[in-house]
């Protein structure tokens, strides 16, 4: 299979990592992490020129109906920079539209007009994958739905809403008649508390409390649980194309750090040793990267189990690499990798965030074992 970017791809990627290098440098981005707001609305204007935020869109709604790979192209850059709009949060808010909302039809124009002011920059979407008791069960469900004369109301607690605070509208899913549905919920709704706190990788995340929070249900009821879990999946590889941009960097920085880092007279970078080591590192990135753009081409797959296949392995294969990479790069640095003044230590925190969320490598690794087949062929 060929992975490699076509002609559009690569001259998107080159175009956004021109910006980023000149405009959103490390102390340009931990700036504005120290801000109230922890995201800078000028950066966002500026990915909304280059035309991410429609990228994801429907062509019928003002994008230009990106594949996921294209999407991934982009993340993968932002994961480089440790970007800290809420482009994932919203990339994948736009997915879930796109699958549970059915916004060519007459009857959602509502969800068409959400995904008009996507593309336009004009609001951000979250997705609420999490509630307290959860950890990583997707269906481990408390919020209740009830109907009521204008749509429904929702009343239970969403927690690390990644980027929750930030969007306009949220992708909730709640037990409906016993079923898990999917509901958009917007940020002025009555009976909806944000907590908005900054985690420890520099983004920010929020609990939301629903209290007969006003929704509108997404989709079809009964295909709430599978759309929910395709959703998800797209979530999670595009956390891994995120790591493998981070990566790059924390690779990139050791190199470099090795090169000035003096040992007996010699740049550390002369000891075999230590090459060896960075050799390694090199090659957990690639074997991270060829294993996510895998899971890439298999989202789209007709096949649920050959899509949750290739998710899965990626996630365990990035969350293996992700851990390695980040000790060793650490590790080089010496002490300095653990200061908040370089920016490895906080490609490390970035890193291990992403390995714990939507689902870590044990957790992955359980749900690859679990697919048919796995027994016969082990």
């Keep these: 299979m060929n992975f490699n970017f076509t002609e559009e791809q690569q001259q998107l990627a080159d ?3 021109r910006y980023l290098d000149k405009n959103y440098g490390f102390e340009a981005r931990q700036a504005i992490v120290k801000t109230p707001a922890g995201v800078s609305a000028q950066h966002w204007n500026a990915f909304v020129e280059l035309g991410l935020t429609a990228l994801p869109v429907p062509a019928e709604q003002g994008g230009f109906d990106g594949a996921p790979f294209d999407v991934l192209v982009v993340v993968q850059e932002l994961g480089r920079a440790l970007v800290v709009e809420p482009y994932w949060a919203t990339a994948v808010g736009v997915e879930a539209l796109k699958l549970a909302g ?13 995904l008009e002011r996507v593309a336009s920059g004009e609001i951000k979407l979250a997705a609420a994958f999490h509630e307290p008791q959860s ?25 690390v809403v990644q980027h929750g605070a930030q969007a306009s509208y949220w992708i909730v899913p709640a037990r409906f008649a016993g079923e898990v549905a999917l509901f958009v919920v917007a940020r002025d709704a009555q009976g909806v508390e944000v907590s908005d706190y900054r985690t420890i990788d520099g983004q920010r995340a929020a609990t939301l409390t629903f209290k ?10 009964h295909a709430g649980a599978t759309t929910w879990e395709k959703i998800a999946d797209y979530a999670t590889f595009l956390l891994c194309a995120e790591a493998v941009g981070a990566m790059d960097a924390l690779n ?3 190199v470099e750090y090795t090169k000035t880092r003096q040992q007996f ?26 294993l996510t753009y895998l899971a890439a081409a298999r989202y789209s797959s007709e096949s649920a189990e050959e899509r949750r296949r290739a998710i899965s392995a990626a996630k365990v294969r990035v969350g293996q690499a992700a851990r390695f990479i980040g000790q060793q790069a650490v590790q080089l640095h010496g002490g300095m990798g653990v200061t908040n003044e370089v920016a490895a230590a906080h490609l490390f925190k970035r890193l ?25 062929a082990a």
């Design 352 to 376: 291990a965030i992403i390995e714990t969320t939507l689902g870590d490598v044990d957790h992955h690794l359980e749900r690859f074992a679990s697919l048919p087949g796995f027994a016969q």
């Design 135 to 159: 950890r990583y069960d997707l269906f481990s469900l408390e919020t209740q739905a009830k109907e009521t004369g204008d749509g429904f109301a929702l009343t239970g607690t969403k927690s």
């Design 212 to 221: 007969e929070a006003h929704a509108r249900r997404l989709g079809d009821a």
């Design 102 to 114: 059915g916004a060519a039809e007459p009857e959602n124009a509502e969800n068409a007009a959400l």
């Design 252 to 254: 990139h920085a050791t």
């Design 265 to 290: 007279g010699v740049p550390i970078a002369r000891f075999q040793a230590l090459q060896h080591r960075m050799a390694e590192m090199l090659i957990h990135a690639e074997q991270a990267r060829s």
């Design 15 to 17: 175009a956004l990592r």
